[in-house]
């Protein structure tokens, strides 16, 4: 017997605790959740309340286990256009961003990039 979710694919562009453990959930109901982090530094839980040097901290795996990661400069063109792909290939595209502030459409100098 399948998992509820199973053949279902997400885009996670979440961060922090309230949206990875949503994506997470997903994942335990069988979806396949692709975590989309920032170039360079990833997903700012990698480092949070780490004990061990140079390993993702426990914090983040608690919150990420059972979902596979990419980085994605979505302000490069190239980046952009495996964005693009992703999002006719994912299901749902799951964001717990500012209001109206999606990180993955902020364009250079707009209040929402970084």
């Known amino acids: 017997m399948g998992k509820a979710l199973d053949g279902v694919r997400i885009l996670d562009f979440t961060h922090v605790q309230s949206g990875p453990t949503c994506t997470q ?3 335990w109901f069988g979806a396949d959740v692709i975590k989309v982090e920032r170039p360079g530094t990833g997903d700012i839980t990698r480092e949070q309340l780490r004990d061990i040097p140079d390993v993702d901290s426990l914090y983040f795996t608690m919150l990420n286990h059972n979902k596979r990661s990419i980085t994605l400069d979505t ?30 459409w902020a364009s250079p100098g707009s209040a929402c990039s970084s």
């Open 75 to 104: 302000k490069n063109p190239r980046g952009r256009a495996v964005l693009e792909r992703l999002v006719r290939h994912c299901d749902v595209l799951v964001e717990n961003f500012a209001p109206a502030c999606s990180s993955a």
């Open 25 to 27: 959930l997903l994942a």
